[in-house]
């Protein structure tokens, strides 16, 4: 069984910065591609960011809305992702998820695992 759990959240004035974690703990073979997602009230689910491995090289992709101020890394050896945000915005109120596409088995096919998501609240 795997298990993501996200860390970070909370309440922050306008400006601010936070620093979100997820951490996935189980039987784990290999992770691909590592993302947060969040989603306002009323509002689907969208993409922030997303970090993938290459060889040795990290590739980052950002939302529009994002780009400058949010910063996704990764740390392979503790199966962990990280978002550091700053210079937040009301706009960026939402519960944010992070997703792991991973093989638990090699030469299986990869699946995505959701984390259970923590709310970042921004306050003007």
């Known amino acids: 069984q795997v298990q993501l759990v996200e860390s970070g959240g909370g309440l922050v004035q306008a400006g601010g910065s936070l620093r979100l974690s997820c951490a996935a703990s189980?039987?784990?073979?290999?992770?691909?591609?590592m993302g947060w997602y969040r989603q306002a009230p009323g509002k689907q689910r969208e993409l922030v960011a997303s970090?993938?491995?290459?060889?040795?090289?990290?590739?980052?992709n950002y939302a529009d809305s994002v780009k400058g101020r949010f910063t996704i890394s990764r740390d392979n050896a503790k199966n962990t992702v990280y978002l550091q945000m700053n210079s937040l915005k009301p706009e960026d109120t939402a519960v944010y998820y992070c997703?792991?596409?991973?093989?638990?088995?090699?030469?299986?096919?990869?699946?995505?695992?959701w984390g259970q998501g923590t709310q970042v609240t921004v306050s003007s």
């Open positions: 997703k792991m596409a991973m093989r638990r088995i090699p030469a299986t096919p990869v699946y995505d695992y």
């Open positions: 189980g039987s784990i073979f290999s992770i691909n591609a």
């Open positions: 970090i993938t491995l290459s060889g040795s090289i990290n590739y980052a």
